[in-house]
């Protein structure tokens, strides 16, 4: 396809341009994309071959239609990259101050291309600055931590760097990439809509740089915003859209995005882990499982998004698999967030919560703001019982990102544990006003709704209504809907439930305490309202249970044939004489 | 980290500290004269103690001063010899170039500190005593210094250039322009001098290190510091060029020290600003708490939120800060953010932060302290009106208090839900209340609301004795008042035969209980906290410095005088607590309306007006409000309306702020009262209708407000003479005080009702009205309100004609001495008019021979009715009056009260209409 070797010479040429400006993120994302296009079969290197055969297999299992349309590639995009042009002999400063770059040395680096004017060189320079400032002000924030978790360390290179970068744009002379550290260092200071101008203009020019999408997609926190952009119609655009969905909780719409792109990058592991991570929102465990494992499989030194997989693992309770991942990781590089959660989940899925509380909060240490951990520590706290941490925990990832129902959530619960269930609604509220998708929540506020303390049965009953509606996948909703349909007194309604509940069981091949409640229900039911061929099957099934069920079921057996022999036997004895 | 509560002490030295510590140095010299060197006078000397005293303890601000703020005070304090002070003080801090300088001063420092391994001391010698005040600053300061990293020293270093170079800048126009409105110029002024000081000061740190190189050569063993100094100095400039130092390091500092207004972030972190000490700031939260509590809604919602947000971003640790901002939406009426922020706090603090009235001894298990959440969340649902979320809530937190056997909470708790049964009619608590809080219906015996508030209250007010919590103690015994004045008592269980019980309420007991609750005040010692009373006193003192009155105090040389003179500054410092006063205030504010609804208007008055004179710093500007209405009605009712919304006129301005308040209400209720006796009756309608709306609208809640609006409302329909919809207003409105309980308001409503069969026409039907009233009256003690259904009672006998008039005079004269000795204009008049009818109807009795009689009491209701602009009970009056005088035969008397009659019918026929000023008030 003529798209996807443009594509590819685009990329190619980006990612030189990009590292050779220390963009290198945005540079292994663009090399990642580029492996990622589909092969021509006439080039196939045996390795190829491998890692073509691997992938397919996930493709043919999910990929549920044939790809509807190339992406609009370039549709209003001329790619002419002028940069190059300004510096057609790399100059020797440059290049020592691009090794210095490489080395780490941010500001010797700066302090080499002083007097450089290429764009080029001005750009490093800003940026080696803007590096060097960063890096002193992490190491300021430790420093600087007072009594009371003060954290006010700034990037102070931000001022000049705004000065001269906004005079650059004033003077017409910035490039895209320059657009996209005046848009960094805009968006640090605060004014985030010239930062997203700023930006849109970075993208528009230049589009082959991630972080710049990156960096405007983390700025579009309502989908107004994100309507609101004037963005060129590049293949990247498709990009920046699926992964902005995804932020924005559309997951559907993301996931499509998508599914769409990987007609053209068949291969890209990036937007595999991406699809995982839409259906793992979703809830489409199996799926996820699947994919990551595909993932490891091309990738097996992966560590981002791997947490994600690892909570896939917990929540199926894969012992091996997840001490395995957890293996690899630590291996790989131990000092990831990542590393420390997925090592994290592993303890807690052996019951070590001490030890997991420890993980947690070394990734937690090395980035504060990770938020699967914050909620993953709440849990472990509430595990160990130790409610006041747990409840920090939770209150911390929830001031991190109000949107995440599972703290909510998990609030609720720690509430619920104290015996204050009627506090406990505020949080469930607030989770599921988030996520009305989740049966867990509504069964949870039912639950509130039914202690002994409130006993607001008729809102009980509503959220039970709902979790069923949402497809509860444990059916648990069910029978406690029937139950609690009995307690009110509405015995049809108890009666519809249970034999709902009992054609669940019977269809998922589960037993258990509930199908004998069920069983011995719906007998009683039928027996009152004198239907006994049904009741009699109900019986009947009920004596294959042991314990007392089995006795209660015998004798409603015996009550019904002696009723019903007796009718008869009572109609001859009238009709008799 | 989560679940670790941080030690609250903890202590950074900041710049401030260090100039603190230089003052503190010239504070304790080492010479040994009495008056040590640079002071003139040992008051001189006493008064820059006072001062570091005051810097150490104040709590004004979350900020610490920065230097010309310092050197501003210091001028004040220090008087003629200040410059030498300033001067002494700006060196000191300019001479701290290098690490190693802070180091030495510390050291230095040190030294003025009296240990008790100093040993020999020499007798007239100068030392700090390690465990005073001052002495403990300075070891802390000390201390957190030896603490530092390198880099916290470095950091510290830096922060005191920005800090001295930023007072240097603005040093001589600091008097004039304050340091935040900078506008660009002036930006761009600071920035050419930060450039030309960044020079001056580099060229005299390097001097300095040629002079310490050259010196230590002549000392080799000291050769490892300088070195090490010097390379860290070059290492900066090497990291920069001399051009594009100056042009980024000079913006570095200026830009951030002022925070850009026009910016979508209002707050940029600042180098150059340091919290306070956490002590100081928890002090000035609790400050502005009760500021906030105090004013109310007039406080600045957005001002302080600003504060709070920036305090926030600089100290995440202090939960605090989620209080205030709760109590500041809460006084806001902005709902969804106080339940959000009261969420919040709770969750961090797990109710264990500054909450004041947990004992600290008590023991604190790991559990958290989470019923207090439920308790206040409760209080939350009552303020916003949503009593059945307060029930709910609140019975959640008795459970969990009785689980954590949290006495304090639980005793607390029960209070509040005694207010809330009290202030909200709930006609049945069956079903809400849960078995655990009364002991009663676990027994299966329902009771109804009140005799269930009457069991609260006293379990509560004896749980809140046995765990001497004495502030409770004393609200309780208010509340228990306030029942007993409402409530006529019934044992809660009859077995057998009747025992003979009073149905009256007793006013012995109501007495008793609020002298209870003023026993208060000379027991609340033990619960007061220091740290505010502490604090408050000192940011006292530091503000006053700035009035000229200071610096003259000081100017003269008067040894004792000046010391004194420094304590006279503060506002009274005034040793009991605020809550305390406040509980006392509101004593008095009870007995102003004991005494009201008891009928004795001059004590009424006489307690309304202590509480408005003596208690007004203290309170809530809602309690001084109700003060204030009362002092006002009471106006209106003996002095007629022009004094009345005069006085209104002051109190709308003193209490601008405060929207649908009580002094909104109180002008709606003037207006109707007047427009209703100059016979607007549309007009009357109109504010009627705008009283009822104040209410809200769930059921059980205003219920003050929802009887006065429908009383009103009969009132308008009776003036309208539409009987027969005021008799239905008027029986729905006694339902609803029925079912409700309010029986003092039923009394009124009987007598409301006989009144419109009166003037119906149906006296017999109007008889058991009054009769009725008359008792509900006798059983509630309501002494004024039972003369006047007394006089309608007699007002009913005569109209069911002549030959009951003596029974009628006598009932009249029966209730003339609380009428004549209590009652307003009004009811006076009526009473005036009504024995003269009596009189008159009376067949046996003569005008010709006892015409003073009649016309005495006609004149001077006539006279009262005139101040009252009651125009219809006037024309009756001079109807009355002409009639007399015809019979007397006076013919120009005659006239003249005939012209009067004639005027108030006019009036009352034609009332002016739009153009009335009235119009102009709603």
């Not at chain 1, 849109?200 to 952009?229: F, G, K, M, R």
């Not at chain 2, 180098?271 to 406080?299: C, H, M, P, V």
């Not at chain 2, 109590?327 to 919040?344: S, T």
């Not at chain 2, 009712?637 to 919304?645: D, M, Q, S």
Request: with cysteine.
């Amino acid at each position: 396809m003529s798209s996807k070797e443009s594509c590819k010479s685009e990329l190619r040429t980006a990612i030189h341009q990009l590292s050779d400006r220390g963009l290198y993120s945005a540079s292994k994302w663009a090399a990642e994309q580029l492996v990622g296009i589909e092969q021509d079969p006439a080039k196939f290197t045996p390795s190829n071959t491998r890692f073509q055969r691997g992938s397919s297999s996930i493709r043919r299992r999910f990929r549920t239609n044939e790809i509807t349309s190339t992406p609009i590639a370039g549709v209003s995009y001329v790619s002419t990259p002028v940069m190059e042009e300004d510096e057609v002999v790399v100059g020797d400063f440059y290049l020592l101050a691009k090794s210095y770059f490489d080395c780490r040395e941010y500001r010797r680096a700066s302090h080499v291309l002083r007097d450089q004017t290429g764009k080029k060189s001005v750009f490093l320079r800003c940026y080696a600055l803007y590096l060097a400032g960063e890096k002193r002000k992490e190491e300021e924030m430790i420093e600087l931590e007072g009594p009371l978790g003060k954290s006010d360390a700034v990037n102070r290179e931000l001022v000049s760097l705004e000065r001269e970068l906004s005079t650059l744009r004033k003077n017409g002379t910035i490039d895209p990439f320059g657009l996209y550290l005046y848009g960094l260092v805009l968006k640090e200071k605060g004014s985030e809509t010239l930062a997203r101008t700023v930006l849109v203009e970075s993208v528009n020019s230049y589009p082959w740089n991630w972080n710049a999408w990156s960096e405007l997609q983390s700025l579009c926190t309502t989908v107004d915003t994100l309507n609101s952009l004037n963005l060129n119609n590049h293949w990247m655009k498709d990009f920046f859209l699926a992964s902005a969905y995804q932020e924005l909780r559309m997951h559907n719409e993301s996931l499509a995005k998508y599914e769409c792109l990987q007609g053209t990058f068949g291969f890209s592991n990036y937007i595999q882990a991406q699809i995982a991570k839409a259906r793992y929102s979703l809830r489409e465990f199996e799926q996820v499982e699947a994919i990551f494992e595909e993932l490891l499989r091309n990738d097996p030194f992966r560590v981002e998004d791997m947490d994600m997989y690892s909570n896939v693992l917990y929540s199926k309770e894969c012992f091996s698999a997840l001490s395995f991942l957890a293996h690899r990781v630590f291996q790989t590089d131990k000092y990831r967030p990542e590393s420390c959660c997925i090592i994290g989940n592993y303890y807690s899925l052996k019951g070590q919560h001490e030890k997991s509380v420890v993980y947690f909060r070394r990734a937690l240490k090395l980035n504060k703001n990770y938020l699967s951990a914050w909620t993953l520590m709440g849990h472990e706290f509430v595990e160990m019982k130790n409610i006041p941490a747990a409840v920090d925990a939770y209150r911390r990832a929830v001031d991190i990102n109000p949107c995440d129902y599972r703290a909510w959530y998990g609030l609720g619960q720690t509430y619920e544990m104290m015996g204050m269930p009627y506090y406990a609604l505020h949080y469930f509220r607030k989770s599921v006003f988030l996520q009305p998708s989740d049966y867990r929540v509504w069964i949870a506020m039912a639950q509130c709704y039914e202690t002994d303390q409130l006993l607001m049965l008729e809102e009980a009953d509503k959220c039970y209504r709902r979790a069923v509606k949402c497809d509860d996948r444990e059916a648990i909703a069910l029978h406690r809907l029937a139950k609690l349909q009995c307690e009110l007194g509405r015995r049809d309604e108890a009666a519809y439930y249970y034999k709902k509940d009992l054609e669940r069981m019977e269809a998922e091949e589960r037993e258990g305490p509930n199908m004998v409640e069920a069983l011995l229900y719906l007998a009683k039911y039928y027996k009152a309202e004198k239907r006994f061929e049904e009741s009699e099957a109900y019986c009947t099934r009920l004596l294959d249970y042991t314990g007392p069920e089995k006795e209660t079921a015998k004798s409603l057996l015996r009550g019904m044939r002696t009723s019903q022999s007796s009718f008869p036997s009572m109609d001859v004895e009238h009709f008799a004489p | 980290m989560a679940g670790i509560v941080k030690p609250p002490g903890a202590f950074a030295i900041t710049p401030h500290k260090v100039s603190v510590c230089i003052l503190l140095q010239i504070y304790v010299p080492s010479s040994q004269m009495s008056v040590p060197f640079p002071f003139s006078s040992v008051a001189q000397h006493n008064r820059l103690g006072l001062f570091l005293l005051a810097l150490t303890k104040s709590c004004d601000d979350i900020f610490e001063p920065k230097l010309d703020e310092l050197i501003c005070q210091l001028r004040e304090v220090c008087g003629s010899s200040n410059l030498w002070f300033i001067d002494h003080l700006t060196s000191r801090l300019s001479a701290l170039s290098l690490a190693d300088d802070l180091f030495n001063f510390f050291t230095d420092v040190r030294g003025i500190l009296g240990g008790s391994e100093a040993g020999v001391l020499e007798d007239d010698q100068f030392i700090l005593e390690p465990s005073s005040n001052l002495g403990m600053f300075l070891r802390r300061c000390i201390l957190a210094f030896n603490l530092l990293s390198f880099e916290g020293v470095c950091h510290l270093l830096t922060n005191t250039g920005i800090y001295y170079k930023e007072a240097l800048s603005s040093c001589p126009s600091y008097e004039a322009t304050c340091v935040e409105d900078s506008s660009i110029n002036s930006e761009a002024f600071l920035e050419y001098e930060n450039m030309d000081l960044e020079n001056f000061v580099f060229e005299k740190v390097t001097e300095e290190i040629e002079a310490r190189k050259w010196a230590s050569e002549r000392v080799p063993f000291h050769l490892h510091a300088p070195k090490a100094l010097f390379g860290l100095v070059e290492d900066i400039e090497v990291a920069s060029d001399p051009r594009s130092k100056h042009s980024d390091k000079g913006r570095e500092v200026s830009p951030y020290m002022h925070p850009p207004k026009d910016a979508s972030r209002d707050f940029e972190p600042n180098s150059g600003i340091f919290l306070r000490t956490n002590w100081q700031i928890q002090g000035y939260l609790q400050e502005q708490a009760d500021a906030i509590e105090k004013s109310g809604s007039s406080f600045s919602l957005n001002a302080f939120e600003l504060i709070l947000r920036r305090l926030h971003k600089l100290a995440p640790e202090l939960h605090r800060v989620h209080f205030l901002r709760y109590l500041n939406n809460l006084y806001h009426d902005d709902y969804l953010a106080a339940l959000e922020n009261l969420h919040r706090y709770f969750d961090y603090s797990a109710g264990t932060e500054g909450i004041d009235f947990v004992p600290p001894a008590s023991s604190w298990n790991d559990f958290g302290r989470y019923e207090i959440a439920l308790l206040f969340l409760g209080v939350m649902h009552f303020q916003f009106g949503h009593p059945k979320q307060a029930l709910e809530v609140l019975t959640e937190a008795v459970r969990v208090s009785q689980q954590q056997s949290n006495d304090t909470s639980l005793a607390y708790t029960l209070a509040a839900i005694c207010n809330l049964l009290s202030e909200v009619g709930v006609s049945s608590t069956a079903g809400i209340l849960g078995s655990s809080i009364s002991p009663l219906t676990c027994i299966g015996i329902s009771l109804s609301a009140q005799q269930q508030l009457f069991v609260l209250l006293r379990g509560s007010l004896k749980r809140a004795e046995s765990l001497n919590l004495r502030r409770l103690v004393a609200s309780n015994h208010l509340a228990k008042a306030k029942f007993d004045l409402m409530h006529v008592q019934r044992p809660l269980l009859s077995f057998g035969p009747k025992a003979s019980m009073k149905l009256r309420t007793c006013p012995i007991n109501v007495c008793k209980e609020l002298r209870l609750c003023s026993h208060l005040i000379s027991e609340f010692g033990s619960e007061s906290s220091t740290m505010t009373t502490d604090g408050a006193f000192s940011t006292a003192w530091l503000k006053n410095l700035q009035k000229p009155l200071g610096s003259m105090v000081l100017s003269q040389d008067v040894g004792s005088g000046s010391n004194t003179n420094a304590f006279q500054f503060c506002a009274q410092p005034s040793s009991i607590p605020r809550s305390v006063l406040q509980l006392i205030g509101s004593s008095y504010l009870l007995r102003a309306t004991t005494w009201e609804i008891y009928g004795s208007a001059p004590l009424a008055r006489i307690n309304a007006l202590v509480y408005a004179t003596c208690f007004t710093d203290a309170l809530s500007s809602s309690d001084a409000a109700l003060a204030y209405v009362k002092l006002i009605q009471h106006l209106a009712v003996f002095r007629g309306y022009k004094e009345a919304f005069a006085a209104l006129k002051i109190a709308e301005e003193k209490f601008l702020s405060l929207s649908r308040s009580r002094i909104l209400l109180l002008k709606l209720q003037l207006l109707h009262e007047h427009t209703l006796h100059r016979g607007h009756l549309k007009l009357a309608q109109k504010v009627c209708d705008e009283l009822g709306v104040l209410a809200s609208s769930v059921p059980g809640v205003d219920m003050e407000l929802k009887t006065e609006a429908s009383l009103r409302h009969v009132r308008t329909l009776l003036a309208a003479n539409q009987f027969s919809e005021a008799a239905a207003v008027a029986h729905s409105l006694f339902c609803m005080c029925y079912q409700f309980n309010l029986q003092v308001e039923n009394a009124t409503v009987l007598l409301l009702l006989a009144e419109i069969h009166k003037r119906s026409g149906n006296a017999v039907l109007g008889l058991p009205y009054a009769l009725a009233s008359l008792s509900f009256c006798q059983s509630f003690n309501l002494d004024l309100l039972k003369a006047s259904a007394t006089l309608t009672l007699a007002e009913l006998w005569l109209s069911l004609g002549s030959n009951h008039a003596k029974r009628a005079i006598s009932l009249v004269h029966g209730a003339f001495p609380m009428i004549l000795g209590h009652g307003g204009l009004e009811l006076r008049a009526r009473a005036y008019i009504a024995e003269a009818k009596c009189y008159l109807s009376d067949p046996s009795f003569s005008v010709a021979e006892n015409s003073e009689v009649v016309l005495d009491p006609l004149r001077q209701a006539s006279v009262e009715l005139q101040v009252l602009e009651y125009h219809e009970l006037a024309a009756e009056a001079f109807y009355l009056m002409s009639i007399v005088y015809h019979k007397l035969g006076q013919l120009e008397e005659r006239e003249e009260a005939a012209a009067s009659f004639k005027k108030h019918i006019m009036a009352l026929e034609n009332p002016q209409g739009e153009e009335d000023p009235l119009y102009n008030m709603l």
